[in-house]
């Protein structure tokens, strides 16, 4: 697991803090497999979006901790 305190995608540090889940995934671990998953960038910036929608509906993160996340996603290469 990335146990580093906050996620960063491609080098980039969005300063959300990289919450541990129940099942021992943390976020960053979550994004890493969007990242292993995808077919191409669209679709790993798209499955981003998927899991920041979730954590703000869950209460986990805030719209502008999103909008970080989704931000380094969609500027990783």
Same mark, same amino acid.
């Given at each position: 697991?990335?146990?580093?305190?906050? #996620?960063?995608?491609?080098? #980039?540090?969005? &300063? $959300?803090?990289?919450?541990?889940?129940?099942? +021992?995934?943390? !976020? !960053?671990?979550? #994004?890493?497999?969007? @990242?292993?998953?995808?077919?191409?960038? &669209?679709?790993? $910036? !798209? &499955?981003?979006?998927?899991?920041?929608?979730?954590? $703000?509906?869950? &209460?986990? #993160? !805030? +719209?502008?901790? @999103?909008?970080?996340?989704?931000?380094?996603?969609?500027?990783? @290469?």
């Amino acid at each position: 697991s990335d146990l580093g305190p906050t #996620i960063v995608i491609g080098g #980039i540090d969005t &300063g $959300v803090p990289n919450t541990l889940f129940p099942g +021992g995934c943390t !976020s !960053s671990d979550l #994004i890493a497999l969007e @990242k292993a998953g995808a077919l191409n960038h &669209g679709g790993f $910036v !798209s &499955g981003v979006a998927h899991l920041t929608n979730d954590w $703000v509906a869950m &209460g986990l #993160i !805030s +719209g502008a901790q @999103k909008g970080a996340v989704q931000s380094a996603a969609a500027r990783y @290469k």
